[in-house]
């Protein structure tokens, strides 16, 4: 089922809805990536309806008349009125990636509004916390055995060295998933084309972060926070992730053992269960 209503400007924006229960509003990564990549989750929607957002310029969405609005600080809005059409006062908000950075920001401005938080493998821009070369190359080591190694090694090599290529970028995406299969190939490919590559370049653009404010403002959240981080997903490194966690006075952890970048396609079952015994816990 599909549910539109309109942004801060009047754009109007869309949610899939899919499952049944209380609602998850699930925020996608990418950034500007359409929700489509998202599935069910993993299973999610057998006890949660999944409110898969699909951010503007993306999926089901209007493109806004202003590209500036793309801002992740900008988008805030358009996540507080999702809650003002939903009717509650409180929303259970899910984010991956770089999704998480909206979602913080919106736990920033509006922690009165957030029943709890779940963040799947989230990038940290909006928090300050730098990853790595290091940190990423640790996890690369760990892949050794696979077929595809020497040549997304050699690829990771270059992009951390600043000099990789568009065919650099390409060739370590199997490091992003836990098993580099048929079924990540696909995932991979449709991700790629549900993101709005204009929008991608805005989201992140100076202004959008102001991070010892974010951090400052989240040191005080009183909704429950689960991070869920992949054991070996170069993305979000779980050395990262446990520091992130623990910006939250109810943070916790869940490193998800295999699991790269999106964890509910390497192990559904696992992931379910991290996030339904979380949530339940809330409830």
Known sequence: MLRTFQGADATVLACHVVGAGAPL????????????YLGELGGLSAHHQLMLFDLRGTGASETPVDPESYRCDRL????????????VDQVRLLAHSAGANLAVLYAARHPERVDSLVLVTPSSFAVGL????????????????EPWYAEAALAFAAVAAG????????AITPFTYGRWDDAARAHHELGEAQR?????????????????????????????????????????????MADYADLFPHGSLRIQPGAGHFPWLDDPEAFRSSVDTFLARRG
């Open 163 to 170: 000099r990789a290529g568009a065919v650099d970028w390409e």
């Open 76 to 87: 805030v809005d358009d996540l507080e009125a999702l809650r003002r059409h939903l009717g």
């Open 25 to 36: 509003v699930c925020v996608p990564g990418g950034p500007m990536q359409a929700s489509g």
């Open 130 to 145: 730098e990853i790595s070369s290091r940190h990423r190359r640790e996890l690369v080591e760990l892949r050794r055995a």
């Open 196 to 240: 709005n590559d204009e929008a991608a370049a805005i989201f992140g653009s100076p202004g959008a972060y102001d991070p010892p404010r974010a951090r400052a403002a989240l040191s005080t959240l009183q909704a429950p926070v689960l991070i869920v981080a992949g054991e070996v997903d170069v993305g979000a490194p779980p050395r990262v």
